[in-house]
C-alpha cells in the first residue's frame, strides 16, 4: 500500500546517511534516471486472514510457491544499495499479505532505520500481542498502519473472514501504545457496501481515540490476487461496490467536510473528491496528467523488481549487490517512459501514490 500519503508524514528524525557510513548520492539525473521517492517491500504474500476484498490467502495466481523469496542479507543490500540512491527522509513502506509472517521482518526493518530511512508498515493486527509490538519498538519502526473497517465486529469479522480479527486489532493498538511508543498509530478504512451506513461514525471514533494519529479512507478496488476484469464492480466482485450512488457521493461529501473541520483523515480533499468522482463514474480516467508512478519501485514477495505492476519487471534483488544495474537501466528507461505515456483507466492512483492535478490543488 503506498502513496502520496507516505510524503505527508515524513519528519526530520532521521539519521544522516553518513552515520551508516554511505554518502547520499547528489548526482544530477535526467529525465529517465530520476531518483525514487517510494518503495513498498511487499515482503510476503502469505495471510492468516480470508479477506472478501483481497485473495492473498490463496494461490497466487502470478508467483509459484516454490520461487525462491530473497534472503534477509539481500533485503539488506537491496536497501544499502538504494540508501545511496535516495534523499534524506525517504520512506521504505513494508507490506504483503501480512508482513509479520516473513520471518526476519523485525531485522530488516532494524536495519533500514540504521541506515536512515522512515519505515512504515501495514499490517492486519492480527499478531501484534505484547512480544510483537516490543520487537517493533527495538526495531526503531516509526509508523504503523492498520486496516479496520467497521466498528461493528461482526462486520469487521465478516469483511476480513475471520472471527476475532476485531477484537484482536483493538488489542494491537493497545499493545502498540503500551510496549511500543512513540511508534505512529493509524489506520485504513475502505469504504464498501456493507460498511459505507457506519462510516461516518467510524470516523467520529476515530478522531476521538488518542493513539490513532489518522485515518486513510480509501475506495475499493478490484480484489488482490485475481484476473484483471475491465468493469470489475459490475462483475463477481461487484458485492463490494456501494450500490446507491448518491448515498456514498453524499458520504464522500460529508468526509470532504470533516477533513475541512481539521478531523483527523490523512487524504488530501483533492484525493477525497477523486475517489467521490470514482464512485459516481468508475469508467472515467483518473489522471489528466501523466502518471506519477514513474517515481516509485515496488519489490514482489520473490524480489522482482517493478515500477508499476501492470509493465515489465526490470530486475530482481536477488541478481545485484548493486540497485544501479535495475533502477538506472535500459529497461526501467523503457518502462519509464511507457508509464509516463499509459493511457489506463487505472484507479489504483486513487488509493496509492496519489498526486492532485493542478486544477485540484488549493485545499
Ligand atoms: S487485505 Fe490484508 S489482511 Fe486481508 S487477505 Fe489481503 S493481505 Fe491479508
Ligand atoms: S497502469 Fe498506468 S496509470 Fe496505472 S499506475 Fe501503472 S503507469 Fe500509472
Redesign the pocket.
Known sequence: MSNEFMKSQVNNNYYPAKAAGIDANDEVIDNNMVKPEFVCLGITDSCMLRCKMCYKWEEDIFIKKTQQVPTIEQYKNFLKGLRQLVNDNFVVNFGGGEPLLFDGIFEIIAYAVQLGFRTNLNSNGFLINKDNAIHFYEAGLHDIKLSLDSLDKKMHDYLRGVNGVYDQLMRAIDNLARYAPGIEISLISVVYEHNYREFIKLIEWINRHEKIKHVLIMAPMQPNNTYPENRWWKGKYSFLWPKDTRAVSSLMDELIEMKKQGYKINNTIGQLRAAKDYFIYPEKF??KTH????KAVHVSSIGQVYI????EIIGNIKNTDDMRNILYSDKAREVRD??KN???N?H??INC?FEEDSNDKGH
Not at 291 to 294: A, L, P, Q, S
Not at 308 to 311: D, G, K, L, Q, S
Open positions: 483518473v489522471k502518471c506519477n508512478m514513474y508499476c505492476f501492470n509493465y511507457k508509464i499509459c493511457k489506463k487505472c489504483f492512483l501514490f
